[in-house]
C-alpha cells in the first residue's frame, strides 16, 4: 500500500451475462484491470469456475500472469482459488511463481468452491468441501513457511517430504485470504491460520450486521492456535456504482441488475427468488448494494464500516456489468476522484492549506498588493512607454508589426 487510509479494489468473479462473447468479455476484464491500475486502486480478485455459463475464469494464475504484463502496481490476487480442486503443493508452487513473475504483486485467495456444479463434476462431495479447504491451506502454509519438509497424508493428497524449491518473492510471504459468507466456516479457517479475510457476506442480505461478531469469532479463533487477526488483511465485498447524481446512477443499472439476479442467481443456479419486486431497492435499504452520487456512495461506504465494529483494510466492489460499458468505466473513475480520498486522507492537508490561507487572505494579501501597486508606481517614472504600456497591461508581443 501506497498511501495511508482505506484500500480499495474489485472482485472479478466476472459475471458476463449469457449470449456475450466470452473472448471478448475475457479481453474487456483485462482491460478492466489496466483502467484500475491507472486510476490508482489498490486490488483486483479474480474467480475460478467452472460451469454455470456466466463466471468464465477457470485459472485465475493464468489471468493474473497476463494482467500483470499489463498494469504496474495494482495488487492482483485469486478471487479465490477453490482449495479442494487442487493438490496444495501446486497451489503454493503456481503462486510463489507468480510472487516472482509480480515483484511482489500476488495474492492467494482461498475458498471452497463457489460452485456445487463444479465439485459435483470433479466428483467431489460437497460436504466434505470446507474440511478440504482446511487441509489443503494448512499444508499450504506448513510450506510456505519452509522450516522443514513437509510429510503429511489425508484421504485426497499425500506429501512426502515436499519441500517448495523456490522461496516466495515478498518478505514473510505474499497475502492470503479466505473467502467468507454468512456462515462462520470461513471466518473459523482464517483465524486458525491468521490470514486475512474477504468477507462476500458483506454484500450478502443480514450480511452487514453480522461483521463485527464474525470479526470476533476469527480473533477467538486465532487466539486459540496462537494467531493474530490484523484488520488490515481484512476486505469487504458489496455491490456498488456510482453516477453524477443518485437518479443517473440509477437509471444506469435497474434493468441489468435483475437480469444477473433473476436469470443468473435464481432460474441458473436455483438460490432462492427475490423476495420483493425490488430487488435493487432492498440492497439498498440493507446496505448490501450502494448506488448513486459520489456523496451517496461514500456515506454508504462509511455506514458499512460502522458495521464492523473497528474498521477494515479494504472495500472491494463486487464487479457487474449491471450498465453499459461507458457508465461502468466511468463508475470507477467518479469514485477514484471523488470517493477514495474521503477514506485515503490524502485530501487533508489541501482543505487545511486552503482554509488557512481563506482566513488570513487579508493579512497574507493585503501587504502584498501594496507592494505591488508601489512597485508600479515607482517603475512608471523611469520607464520608456513600452515598457510602462507592458506593466499596466501585460506582456506585449516579441516582434510588433
Known amino acids: ?144 513457511e519452509g522450516k522443514e519438509p513437509v510429510t503429511l497424508k489425508t484421504d485426497w493428497f499425500e506429501l512426502k517430504e515436499a519441500r517448495l524449491h523456490l522461496a516466495p518473492y515478498t518478505k514473510g510471504c505474499f497475502p492470503i485470504a479466505v473467502a467468507t459468507s454468512t456462515t462462520p466456516s470461513g471466518v473459523l479457517t482464517a483465524g486458525k491460520y491468521g490470514v486475512g479475510m474477504l468477507s462476500l457476506g458483506a454484500g450478502l442480505p443480514g450480511g452487514p450486521q453480522k461483521l463485527a461478531e464474525q470479526w470476533k469469532l476469527g480473533e477467538e479463533q486465532a487466539a486459540k492456535f496462537g494467531k493474530t487477526m490484523n484488520r488490515e488483511d481484512w476486505r469487504l465485498v458489496v455491490n456498488i456504482h456510482v453516477g453524477e447524481d443518485d437518479e443517473t446512477a440509477m437509471r444506469d443499472v435497474r434493468a441489468r441488475e435483475r437480469v444477473e439476479t433473476l436469470s443468473y442467481f435464481s432460474e441458473t443456479l436455483g438460490r432462492p427468488p427475490m423476495r420483493s419486486e425490488d430487488p435493487l431497492g432492498d440492497g439498498l435499504k440493507a446496505g448490501t448494494t450502494i448506488v448513486g452520487s459520489p456523496e451517496t456512495v461514500a456515506n454508504g461506504i462509511a455506514r458499512l464500516l460502522e458495521f ?72 512608471g517614472q523611469d520607464v520608456p512607454d513600452h515598457m510602462r504600456l507592458k506593466l499596466h497591461t501585460g506582456p506585449t508581443p516579441l516582434v510588433e508589426n
Open 1 to 144: 500500500m501506497t498511501h495511508a487510509g482505506l484500500r480499495f479494489g474489485i472482485f472479478l468473479a466476472p459475471f458476463h451475462q449469457l449470449g456475450d462473447n466470452p473472448t471478448l468479455a475475457l479481453e474487456r476484464d483485462l482491460e478492466l484491470i489496466e483502467w484500475l491500475d491507472h486510476l490508482g486502486y489498490d486490488e483486483a480478485w479474480i474467480g475460478e469456475h467452472h460451469s454455470a455459463g456466466w463466471e468464465i475464469i477457470a485459472s485465475p494464475e493464468i489471468f493474473i500472469a497476463a494482467a500483470a504484463q499489463r498494469t504496474k502496481r495494482i495488487m492482483l490476487g485469486s478471487g479465490v482459488t477453490s482449495l479442494p480442486y487442487h493438490h496444495p503443493f501446486l497451489v503454493a508452487q503456481r503462486f510463489v511463481q507468480l510472487d516472482h513473475m509480480t515483484r511482489g504483486r500476488a495474492m492467494l485467495g482461498c475458498g471452497p468452491g463457489a460452485l456445487v456444479s463444479d465439485a459435483y463434476m470433479m466428483g467431489i462431495k460437497a460436504e466434505k468441501q470446507r474440511t478440504m479447504m482446511d487441509e489443503s491451506l494448512g499444508a499450504i502454509m506448513r510450506l510456505l
Open 308 to 379: 464492523t465494529g473497528g474498521g477494515a483494510g479494504a472495500v472491494m466492489f463486487r464487479s457487474h456489468e449491471w450498465a453499459t460499458r461507458e457508465q461502468t468505466m466511468r463508475s470507477y473513475e467518479l469514485f477514484a476522484r471523488w470517493v477514495m480520498p474521503k477514506f485515503q486522507g490524502s485530501m487533508d492537508s489541501l482543505f487545511a492549506s486552503r482554509e488557512w490561507v481563506s482566513d488570513n487572505r487579508s493579512g497574507i494579501f493585503g501587504p502584498h498588493m501594496g507592494a505591488m501597486r508601489k512597485a508600479f508606481t515607482d517603475a
